[in-house]
């Protein structure tokens, strides 16, 4: 296995995203398949506390996670790996590649890395999500009906949006922000996958984050894509048949052990 390193940089350049078959043309007519992986459990999502670029450990049942979805892809033939480079994906990544032979050559992203929470992070949640409401003028103690209201009125971006607004620091990011970053990220991976030798289905693994998987998927099946967080260590497959340009959503969020996800 050999390993490799990207910086962030990029969405500052890329105003503007591709549209889907623009990315799956970048295939060169090479048929591709995404086996892409939230992180496992970490203390963080079990304390509900906000989790973008910061980091927090792998819990117990997060080990046990990591063991279940690397048992499941271990008889799985892998080309590529591309994973954020936050701890927390770092470690859910080794922890598959552990189990493969052969063993894909790795490369750690920073433009894989969950959505970018500003001074927010590591706050709890729930502080967060009250702010967001009072912000839109609903009442607090109608939390989840306020969410869904507002959520209906300025879809997930003006959720995410409020989140950013309300973010003293000026780091957090917008919507915007985050779904260009998806885009780079995605272009990367369907390039490299591109120059893979050969005439065969490419297949690639790529360890993220909730959020941020979320953002890449409304990169290219906008019109299937969920506004929920998928499990921890669930598994989602995305594929693009040899000379298309259509992508399929052929499986979202499933996990290897119904009783560990979370």
Same mark, same amino acid.
């Given at each position: 296995?050999?390993?490799?390193?990207?910086?962030?940089?990029?969405?500052a350049d890329?105003?503007e995203?591709?549209?889907?078959?623009?990315l799956?043309?970048?295939?060169e007519?090479?048929?591709?398949r995404? =086996?892409?992986v939230?992180?496992?459990?970490?203390?963080?999502?079990?304390?509900?506390?906000?989790? @973008?670029?910061s980091?927090?450990?792998?819990?117990? =049942?997060?080990? *046990?996670?990591?063991? $279940?979805? $690397?048992?499941?892809? %271990? /008889?799985?033939?892998?080309?590529?790996a591309f %994973?954020?480079d936050?701890?927390?994906?770092?470690?859910?990544?080794?922890?598959?590649?552990?189990?493969l032979?052969?063993?894909?050559?790795?490369?750690?992203?920073?433009?894989? #890395?969950e959505?970018h929470?500003g /001074?927010?992070?590591?706050?709890?949640?729930?502080?967060?999500? #009250?702010?967001?409401?009072?912000?839109?003028?609903?009442?607090?103690d109608?939390?989840?009906?306020?969410? =869904?209201s507002? @959520?209906e009125?300025v879809?997930?971006?003006?959720l995410?949006?409020?989140?950013a607004?309300l973010?003293a620091s000026g780091?957090?990011?917008?919507?915007?922000e985050?779904?260009?970053?998806?885009d780079v990220?995605l272009e990367r991976?369907? #390039?490299?996958? /591109?120059a893979?030798?050969?005439?065969?289905e490419?297949?690639?693994?790529?360890v993220s984050?909730?959020?941020?998987?979320?953002s890449?998927?409304r990169?290219?099946v906008?019109?299937?894509?969920?506004?929920?967080?998928?499990?921890?260590?669930?598994?989602?497959?995305?594929s693009l048949?040899? #000379?298309?340009?259509?992508?399929?959503l052929?499986?979202? @969020?499933e996990?290897? *052990?119904?009783?560990i996800a979370?």
């Amino acid at each position: 296995m050999t390993e490799g390193r990207h910086e962030a940089g990029g969405p500052a350049d890329r105003p503007e995203q591709h549209l889907p078959e623009e990315l799956a043309a970048y295939a060169e007519g090479r048929a591709l398949r995404l =086996r892409i992986v939230r992180h496992a459990e970490t203390e963080h999502n079990i304390n509900h506390l906000m989790q @973008g670029w910061s980091d927090s450990p792998i819990t117990e =049942r997060g080990r *046990d996670q990591i063991a $279940a979805v $690397a048992d499941r892809l %271990s /008889s799985e033939r892998f080309d590529l790996a591309f %994973s954020s480079d936050l701890q927390r994906t770092r470690t859910t990544a080794e922890g598959i590649l552990a189990r493969l032979d052969p063993q894909p050559s790795i490369t750690y992203d920073e433009v894989l #890395r969950e959505w970018h929470f500003g /001074s927010h992070e590591e706050r709890p949640a729930a502080d967060v999500w #009250r702010e967001v409401i009072v912000e839109h003028g609903f009442e607090v103690d109608r939390e989840l009906s306020a969410l =869904r209201s507002i @959520g209906e009125q300025v879809g997930w971006r003006g959720l995410f949006d409020t989140i950013a607004q309300l973010d003293a620091s000026g780091q957090a990011e917008q919507a915007a922000e985050t779904v260009v970053r998806a885009d780079v990220a995605l272009e990367r991976i369907v #390039r490299a996958a /591109s120059a893979v030798p050969g005439d065969d289905e490419v297949q690639v693994l790529v360890v993220s984050h909730g959020g941020f998987i979320t953002s890449m998927l409304r990169q290219l099946v906008p019109e299937l894509t969920p506004d929920m967080i998928l499990p921890n260590c669930s598994v989602t497959t995305i594929s693009l048949p040899a #000379r298309t340009l259509v992508w399929r959503l052929d499986g979202l @969020g499933e996990t290897a *052990d119904a009783s560990i996800a979370r």
